[in-house]
């Protein structure tokens, strides 16, 4: 019969040794002296979790003010249009999705990428002569926050810099960051109803650039770029050969005078991957349905990125298999008229909003042309008791109970980001109390000379 001798040597500080002695057949075998291990918890954090980091949470996070208790709060600060229920989805959104949930047939898993169907009719509705999409162009996400994910993912390794708008939605450098990928940050220009400073942005390019994020109609600006302004980024991305991630889960919403041009139309040679959704356009954020469009008629990309994309996309198995199947209905059956009656508040409270912080001494807004957001300047001079945007806008929290996004959080200091969505008397009282909070504060030149002196 075999035996087994295990026997344990050590004392002191040493580790013990296990030295193993088989013994078969009346012969022993020595199979030598292994070092133990003696088993202790390390349990810690991936180095992914620690190199996340959201810059709006770590600024709001850390804002310990509490509201006027006089005052109701009035918050202008998150991009959820659906908060306070006066911008809801249309019937028509509502009831695909309650037909689609009755019929039982979407239950199960669906292929990573999305139903072919679901593929077919996004690419449908974006199809163009300019930018021709198929069913093979397009990736079913899970919202467009993953879209972008995705799309950094799949275009920049570790190491590399991707080139992010600044002012800018703060996602991009978290999503960035916590893959190892460089942000570098190009400036928008306020004075220019915020266009890229393209020559800023070209001395950023360098070997190690793996792609261009374009993001129009804007977040946190409401800016919305002209077909020429835009033509003029495509001869950069061109020239440095960069591809671009276009960020356009605001596209078509613009006001009225405005247009809206999807890049990829304008793109005779760049290769481009067009990030959007149902979030904005279709006021449903929390039905997590995105999209990526592939627009690569050069065969840039080539079967290499898309062959990346589906990889990745099989990390999570796709979005929602119910909203997927309501997809059809949603993007062909939504009456226009629905749009419309959106886009026309959004735009009557960037009149109003936008005509009463100009009257206000010391803020300097920028009149936005889409999206829900309007971005206010700091005259920071004349608040001279205030050290920055975080400071003025955490007093006018505990003041006047008024929340509205230092620009800090987007990289953009003395500026604050109004959203655009709340009801038509929360515009107006919240303006009001901002005009309180200013009247209060704001020092002339020679008042803020003094209290500069008196420090």
């Known amino acids: 019969m075999d035996s087994y001798l295990i026997q344990v040597n050590g004392h002191g500080d040493h580790a013990p040794v296990l030295d193993v002695h088989l013994k078969t057949n009346g012969n022993s075998i020595s199979l030598g002296k292994v070092k133990g291990r003696k088993p202790r918890w390390a349990v ?25 208790p006089k005052k109701a709060m009035i918050s202008l600060s998150l991009g959820d249009p659906t908060v306070f229920g006066n911008l809801p989805t249309n019937d028509e959104v509502t009831r695909a999705v309650k037909e689609v949930l009755d019929s039982g047939r979407y239950n199960g898993y669906a292929p990573s990428v999305g139903y072919q ?12 002569p300019e930018a021709p999409l198929t069913a093979q162009d397009v990736i079913l996400t899970s919202g467009c926050s993953q879209a972008i994910e995705l799309a950094l993912a799949v275009l920049a390794n570790p190491g590399q810099n991707i080139l992010v708008p600044r002012p800018g939605f703060s996602l991009y450098k978290t999503l960035a960051l916590s893959m190892g990928i460089e942000v570098k940050l190009y400036n928008l220009l306020p004075e220019k109803a915020w266009e890229i400073d393209l020559k800023h942005l070209e001395s950023l390019v ?39 991630l276009a960020d356009e889960i605001y596209g ?27 979030a904005k356009r279709w006021l449903v954020p929390g039905w997590r349905m995105g999209w990526i469009l592939i627009h690569d008629r050069r065969d840039i990309f080539g079967n290499e990125i898309r062959d990346g994309l589906v990889r990745l996309s099989q990390r999570i198995l796709g979005p929602c298999t119910i909203v997927q199947g309501a997809l059809e209905r949603i993007l062909h059956r939504t009456p226009p008229e629905f749009y419309h009656n959106t886009l026309s508040i959004l735009k009557s409270n960037a009149d109003l909003c936008y005509a009463a912080l100009s009257a206000i001494p010391g803020l300097q807004p920028v009149r936005p042309a889409g999206a ?33 996004l230092p620009a800090t959080c987007f990289e953009y200091p003395n500026f604050f980001r109004v959203v655009i969505t709340v009801p038509e008397e929360m515009i107006l009282e919240a303006c009001s109390r901002i005009q309180e909070f200013c009247e209060m504060h704001y020092q002339g030149a020679e008042g803020a000379q003094d209290l500069e002196c008196d420090k």
């Open 117 to 128: 169907s679901c593929r077919e009719a996004v690419a449908a509705y974006y199809n163009c």
């Open 44 to 68: 810690r954090a991936s180095e992914m979790s620690k190199k996340t980091f959201n810059p709006v949470r770590a600024i709001v996070d850390t804002m310990k003010v509490e509201p006027n």
């Open 372 to 404: 829900m957001y309007l971005m206010v300047g700091i005259e920071m001079e004349h608040f001279p008791e205030f050290e920055n945007d975080v400071e003025f806008t955490e007093r006018l929290i505990s003041e006047q109970s008024v929340f509205c």
């Open 252 to 278: 078509d919403m613009v006001f009225a005078d405005c247009k809206y041009e999807p890049i990829a139309t304008l793109s005779t040679n760049v290769p481009i991957l067009s990030c959007g959704g149902l």
């Open 206 to 244: 360098d070997e190690k650039t793996a792609c261009l994020i374009v993001n129009n109609p804007s977040n946190p600006c409401g800016s919305v770029f002209s077909k020429r302004h835009l033509q003029k980024i495509l001869a950069v991305a061109s020239r440095q050969c960069v591809p671009i």
